[in-house]
Structure formats: C-alpha cells, structure tokens
C-alpha cells in the first residue's frame, strides 16, 4: 500500500511520455492514487488518452486554462466521476517561442508578455478557484512547476523567467488563502530536463551541459527525481508544508560560481 491510497488527483498539462507531468503521473500512481487528466486540445487527446490508460485510468477531460469557462467544463466534467478530490498539479505553461530567444528587452511584446502570464501563471489561481468546491473537507495539496529563471537571468529563458517569477508568487498568496481550509500549495524549482517545452528554448543543450558540469551532483534531473518529490508534497508526510517552493535540481540552485581548479 503506498502512501497516496485513498487519494484523488487531477494532472493538468500532461503533453508526452518525456515531460514532468508524466513523471509525477508515474510515481503517485505507484504510491496508489487514482488520476485524472486533462488535455489541450483535440490534438493531444489521443496521446493523453493512451498515456492515461498505462496508468490505469479512463478520465480524461479537455480543459483549455485560457478561459474560465473551458475550466469550469473541466470540473463538471470530472465530478461526473469524482465527487471530491485531493490533489492538483498544474504542469501548464507557455510563451510564444518567438520570445523564447535572443535579447528580453528587443524580443519581448506585451501580447507576449500578458500570455505568459496569464497561461503559465494565472491559470493556477483559476483552477484552484474553480475547483475549490471539490477540494472541501479533503485537506488539499496544489503543486505547480517553476525553474531557477523566476530568480536569476537566464540566457534566452526571456519572459518566461517574469512568468515564473509570478507563480512562486502566486504560490504564497494561494498557500495564505487556503491554508485555513487545510489546503497546502507549494511549487517545485526542477532542474533543466530535456522535454518537448523546453525544445523551445534557444541552445537548450548547452544549458544541460553547462548544469551537469556544475551542480554538486553533476548530473542532470530525471522526470523520475521530479516526480518522487511532487508524490511526497501530494501525501500527508508532507503535512506541514506550504507556501514553499522546493529546488530539484541537484544542488544547482545553491552555486554562486563554478568550482576553481
């Protein structure tokens, strides 16, 4: 019996077999929680779909985070099969690739700057809201994705690092909120992991050798390293923690400059 039987989650965002929200799928499946899913659009059903069977599971929900209404459809949606749940992860997040290269200052727009944001960061304020109802009385845990951007300059990361910058934000103000109704919100800062949304940032594998070679570990993060820890924030032996933004990166987070020879 793993240490989230009897526990209810929603993924949001799962995209391919390659990418963070497939990684956390796999461990809270393993530690016994049943899962739902929810999908882009009409393109990425059938592979969502298909992902969702390997772990056991038939829910699969279209839910595009750009309106409030396509959320609120989500949610109706799932409490026709669940009547509470317990758990969200919220792995959404987006920019146009556009901006995702070259100069922040010469490539960013205010369309592009306001979708970020509202995608990559409003979109979890919007689904804990929406979905507050079928949290009540379950004790919750919201969990959302981050990276070392939202702290430091990184080189073509552009206005996604402000979008970043926003949720870690975000995660404190909902942490406050829905702390007394037991609810627990907390972010993970994962380390640089070769998936299909960061294909769209500029030299992305010199930025995966750059971190090898440095962090303490030197190595990079795996789905799986990702995964365990967002199980974990999911479960009651993390009873005691909100509002925090947790670093899996293996150490890198913790480097002011590369070691002297």
């Not at 669940?82 to 146009?96: G, M, R, T």
């Not at 995660?171 to 769209?200: C, E, F, W």
């Amino acid at each position: 019996m793993g240490f989230l039987t009897g526990k209810r989650a929603l993924i949001a965002g799962l995209a391919s077999n390659r990418s963070i929200a497939w990684g956390i799928a796999k461990a809270m499946k393993e530690q016994g929680a049943e899962l739902a899913f929810t999908y882009q659009n009409e393109k990425l059903q059938g592979r969502v779909e298909k992902m969702a069977d390997e772990l056991g599971s038939s829910i699969v929900i279209p839910c595009d985070v750009s309106t409030d209404q396509a959320i609120g459809g989500a949610y109706e949606a799932l409490s026709a099969h669940w009547d509470k749940y317990d758990c969200l992860i919220h792995s959404v997040a987006f920019a146009p690739k556009e901006e995702l290269v070259g100069d922040y200052v010469d490539m960013t727009t205010r369309a592009g700057f306001n979708t970020a944001h509202e995608i990559s960061s409003y979109s979890f304020t919007a689904m804990a809201r929406i979905g507050r109802s079928m949290m009540q009385d379950r004790n919750g845990s919201l969990i959302t994705l981050s990276y070392l951007g939202a702290e430091r300059a990184m080189p073509n990361y552009n206005v996604m690092g402000l979008a970043k910058a926003s949720l870690e934000a975000n995660v404190r103000y909902m942490a406050q909120a829905m702390g007394p109704d037991g609810h627990r919100v907390n972010s993970i800062s994962a380390g640089p992991i070769k998936t299909l949304a960061a294909a769209g940032i500029g030299n992305f594998r010199k930025m995966l050798s750059t971190f090898e070679a440095n962090a303490p570990l030197r190595r990079t993060v795996t789905i799986e390293d990702v995964g365990n820890t967002a199980a974990f924030l999911a479960s009651d032996l993390a009873a005691g923690i909100t509002g925090e933004n947790i670093y899996v990166d293996c150490g890198y987070n913790i480097i002011g400059m590369q070691p002297l020879e």
